[in-house]
């Protein structure tokens, strides 16, 4: 499986981003993909995920601002990230799991500064 991620940049604090990510490869094996991120100086942490039968879950700290969806492939996954805040400022990763492995993209920057 290969993951692409698109969608960073710089946003004003309050402000809104869409990140993207492409899945290709056997996607068929995918049973879970999540968005993880990772700031300059910290372990990378997971941010939200979404199973093959739709169950979602959030951090703590981006529950109301952040939404994880995807299409019925699994061949695309999203993060609509709204009301960003300076501390959300970190390369944010796509993992897609199977039964055998965990796969990442090459990640993409979000920094979120005035």
């Known amino acids: 499986v290969q993951l692409v991620e698109s969608g960073g940049g710089l946003v004003q604090p309050g402000g809104s981003l869409r990140l993207s990510c492409t899945a290709s490869g056997h996607i068929f094996a995918i049973n879970g993909m999540a968005w993880y991120r990772q700031a300059p100086g910290k372990e990378r942490e997971w941010v939200a995920g979404?199973?093959?039968?739709?169950?979602?879950n959030y951090a703590d700290g981006v529950k109301g601002r952040f939404t994880i969806s995807r299409d019925n492939a699994f061949s695309s996954l999203y993060l609509q990230m709204n009301s960003l805040k300076p501390d959300d400022t970190a390369v944010y990763y796509c993992?897609?799991?199977?039964?055998?492995?965990?796969?990442w993209g090459q990640g993409t920057q979000v920094t979120v500064s005035s």
């Open positions: 979404i199973t093959i039968g739709g169950r979602i």
């Open positions: 993992n897609a799991a199977t039964a055998r492995a965990s796969y």
